[in-house]
């Protein structure tokens, strides 16, 4: 039904709006979008050969590694910010897609996606970051643990914070479900777009310290330069 359902309804970009081959978006855009490289493995941030960088080594974050598709800019962009603000609810599954395919497993066991806090929820009517990660779990076949965090603590917008009023507007911003996560020793957590880290930090942070997972990975769409 998959290829009879290509055949009938040809994918096109969303972006260009164009016949394209395999999902709704340009293959040719794709390539054209920036992606980290020569960056830490840890946190993301530059680093001179891919090393370990100095700020990890001296003050360690509570994940252990960090995996991004892209820088966030161009058209991608514009798919988040559609998904986010825009209600593009079919946007998650192109960007889970995408992220899917730039991540190495190695070890992971399930995934967990960055939580909103309810009324965020109830606003916007769904959490952009579960709807990509259900695309990711799809197509990487891991479990996606639902409700196994909750944020309990509303920060106000943190897009003009810098790094260290981030960390303060998310001190204690979770709770986290222990028994959600009983059994697991290594997981990823999944966001559209990581920035100071501030987010992941807190959120691995609760984790590590409420529950037996040893390794928290972060994973994200894209990441601010």
Known sequence: MHWLEKWLIPPRCVITGL?????????ELVNDWPVPQAVCPQCCEPSALGEVCGACLTQPPAFDRTQVGFYFDKELVDLIHGLKYQNHIAYAQLLGEL????????????LVAVPLFAKRFRDRGYNQAELIAES??????????KQATQRVKEAPSQTHLSAEQRR????????????K???LSHIALIDDVVTTGATMQSLADEIKQQT???VVEAWAVAKTK
Do not use: Y
């Open 168 to 179: 303060k507007n998310l001190k204690q911003a979770f709770a986290i479900h222990a028994e």
């Open 19 to 27: 016949p394209t081959l395999e999902r709704d978006l340009s293959l």
């Open 181 to 183: 996560l009983a059994g």
């Open 136 to 145: 990711v779990a799809k197509s990487l076949q891991l479990p996606l643990i």
């Open 212 to 214: 037996d997972v040893q």
């Open 99 to 110: 992220l899917a395919e730039r991540v190495s497993l190695e070890g992971v066991e399930a």
